[in-house]
């Protein structure tokens, strides 16, 4: 999944590209891909400076973080990337980042990465908290069972251990 520099010779090149979820390796542990990712991208050249421009579709699996059941999360992200040469990216000491800055990248040797741009994208559109459904119940946290898909007979009886000498007080007045 490379992005051969030599072979776009004009400025301004459309590149469109289809790629099997196999075609990424093992699958990740935030997310699994399970349709294909379709790529589409412009590329703009401007000496050893490429400009990519485009979107990446495919459908995630994620584990719902309530109760771990695998579901699908559709991802249809844009991005809009400057490619510099990796020999560019000298450390200057401390400077402030700018905007130009978060959305610059190198690559190294005579290629640009598309699965790692692909990854990041993936990576930037998973939610903060996966849920499968918003109403989702969870697991049961005694014996484990999916509420969402039955009932348990568990009865969590939880009480706050700062609170145990406040239980006393009650006890003694009834006396």
């Not at 991005?79 to 200057?92: A, C, K, M």
């Not at 598309?114 to 849920?131: D, H, S």
């Amino acid at each position: 999944m490379l992005l051969e520099l030599s072979s776009i010779r004009s400025p301004h090149t459309a590149v469109s590209e289809v790629y099997s979820p196999e075609a990424f390796g093992p699958a990740d542990e935030a997310y699994r891909i399970v349709e294909p990712a379709r790529l589409q991208f412009d590329v703009v050249k401007s000496d050893d400076r490429y400009q990519l421009t485009g979107h990446v579709a495919t459908v995630l699996e994620l584990p719902c973080s309530r109760c771990l059941e695998p579901f699908r999360w559709p991802v249809d992200a844009s991005f809009d990337l400057v490619y510099r040469p990796q020999s560019t990216n000298v450390g200057e000491g401390e400077v402030e980042v700018g905007d130009e800055d978060l959305s610059t990248a190198f690559y190294g040797g005579d290629a640009i990465d598309l699965g790692q741009l692909m990854r990041e994208q993936f990576y930037l559109a998973l939610p903060m908290k996966p849920l499968c459904r918003d109403d989702c119940q969870g697991l049961c946290p005694i014996c484990g069972q999916n509420l969402n898909r039955g009932t348990c007979t568990c009865k969590p009886q939880w009480t706050d251990p700062r609170l145990a000498v406040l239980e006393g007080l009650g006890k003694k007045r009834d006396s």
